[in-house]
């Protein structure tokens, strides 16, 4: 049973009790019950605020955002992390971007190519250090089509002029090199560092290809904001194929920097992603006037919404073969749904994740027949919250940058069926006996996109629940509390 608007701030105040006076306020802004019948979010909730030093927050940094998410998967770029090793490393093939190459011959997006910084670096400086990794790189991998200089918290610090850098080298290898601000340290979150990279973009690729021939068509379109976690923007693609359409780029899963110079001569571009990639998609609305439209390909009611919303763009082909698509799925969807719904229906989930997926996956987990009762982002902003409060039920609990603290007293009080979050959280809520998927990179499964993700969701979601396991947990609430004598013989 949903909870009322009282019960959800009543629970919220029980929780903030713990904190000091000055925190309490703080964080109170970033917790809220869901109001459906605000147009703005921001009258209910904050978000995008720096987090309470010394509090545990979830957050990465503006490195991760840059290097991490929108530059690294670009598959045929080498990406030098300028700095000491640790941020490479921990950036390095952590977040599943599926491509298609070869590992060091022509893509390079599970590798680590850092200047791996040393304590003299950090006081005489690493320019002349990137200068010779570069030449390095050129000589050892000379099938890559450009590099860019990802900057860590160091550089920032020291002042290195990774600009300098860049254009003198890039004469010198006579490919683009593109140097990156995104120094850990900036802003509040890791969406900084998606803008950031958006800018880098839009400064030192998008351009290069003005006055260049192409020979573009009707239906042009790129994927904008899909990662290709787990093959999902593979799986995006073979729809809008079949709806007629040509992809002409996929940013940034198994994407190149050609496809990123050639995406200003399509006709839409369809983003995903609206946190990482609405900066750039929007710089394309006003400079080369090409439209940009939301999709969500989660579940078969966002998927034939989205399919429909994306054909009215085009002529009457494309929606004839779209309803095609539409009618070709629907036995398939109609089967699973048949399947699992009986055993999913009624399952309570509650969601913490980053930058789209606690709103995109809602309508994947209804179409189960289960309830989102509880969601939140790591970094989103207010247009985020925005798109939110309309995708969840009124009354129901949101949560900004949420603590580990709130996170896990939310999860004791609600008392859901599964959780779906990252994987700082998974082990401390399987320990209380609760099932947890992982929402950042599909728990090494995937896709969870289109019509055949559809089917992985659902399998993954029952095989979550129904395992034997978690009869043999028992959560802290169901524990009998220890009397007077069992604490003092403990």
Not at 185 to 199: E, P, T
Not at 254 to 273: F, S
Request: charged residues 25%; proline residues 4%.
């Amino acid at each position: 049973m949903s909870m009322t608007r009282e019960q959800t701030e009543a629970l919220i105040s029980e929780v903030l009790e713990v904190y000091p006076e000055k925190a309490k306020k703080d964080r109170k802004k970033h917790l809220a019950a869901n109001d459906t019948s605000l147009e703005q979010s921001k009258k209910c909730i904050t978000s995008n605020r720096k987090s309470l030093p010394g509090v545990m927050t979830i957050r990465g940094c503006a490195y991760a955002g840059s290097k991490g998410v929108v530059w690294g998967p670009i598959k045929d770029m080498i990406h030098i992390s300028h700095g000491p090793v640790g941020c490479g490393q921990y950036s390095r093939a952590g977040r599943r971007n599926y491509y298609v190459g070869t590992t060091g011959v022509n893509s390079f997006g599970t590798m680590n190519f850092t200047s791996d910084f040393q304590e003299k670096d950090i006081v005489f400086g690493g320019d002349k250090k990137l200068t010779k990794l570069i030449e390095e790189v050129e000589q050892l991998f000379p099938l890559h089509n450009g590099i860019s200089v990802q900057s860590e918290c160091p550089i920032g610090l020291i002042g290195d002029d990774i600009e300098a850098v860049s254009k003198k080298s890039a004469v010198v290898i006579n490919k683009p090199i593109i140097p990156v601000r995104c120094e850990g340290f900036r802003g509040v979150s890791q969406s900084l560092g998606h803008h950031i990279a958006n800018d880098a973009i839009r400064d030192w690729v998008l351009d290069k290809r003005d006055g260049q021939a192409y020979e573009s068509t009707p239906y042009d379109v790129a994927i904008i904001g899909d990662y290709n976690i787990g093959g999902d923007a593979w799986a995006t693609r073979v729809i809008l194929e079949e709806m007629g359409l040509r992809v002409v780029a996929q940013w940034s899963g198994d994407g190149t920097l050609a496809e990123m110079m050639n995406t200003p001569k399509v006709k839409l571009n369809l983003l995903h992603c609206y946190r990482s990639m609405n900066y750039i998609s929007r710089h394309m609305e006003e400079k080369y006037g090409i439209p940009y439209m939301e999709y969500n390909f989660f579940g078969p009611t966002k998927i034939i919404e989205s399919i429909r919303k994306i054909a009215a763009f085009f002529d009457d082909s494309v929606k004839e073969k779209s309803e095609a698509v539409i009618a070709r799925y629907q036995p398939m969807m109609d089967e699973i749904v048949a399947k699992y719904k009986p055993r999913l229906q009624g399952k309570k989930v509650m969601l913490y994740v980053g930058g789209l997926r606690p709103r995109h996956v809602i309508g994947a987990y209804e179409d189960l027949g289960m309830e989102v009762i509880g969601t939140g982002y790591e970094f989103a902003h207010n247009d985020d919250y925005d798109r939110t409060i309309k995708e969840m039920g009124d009354a129901t609990l949101l949560y900004d940058d949420v603590t580990g603290f709130e996170l896990e007293e939310f999860v004791k009080k609600i008392k859901p069926d599964l959780v779906g979050s990252g994987i700082k959280e998974k082990y401390i809520f399987q320990k209380m006996g609760i099932p947890l998927r992982q929402m950042h990179s599909w728990d090494y499964s995937g896709p969870y996109h289109g019509y055949d993700g559809f089917a992985i969701f659902a399998r993954d979601m029952d095989i979550a629940l129904s395992s034997p396991v978690w009869s043999k947990l028992t959560p802290p609430w169901k524990t009998a509390p220890a009397s007077a004598e069992e604490k003092k013989a403990a």
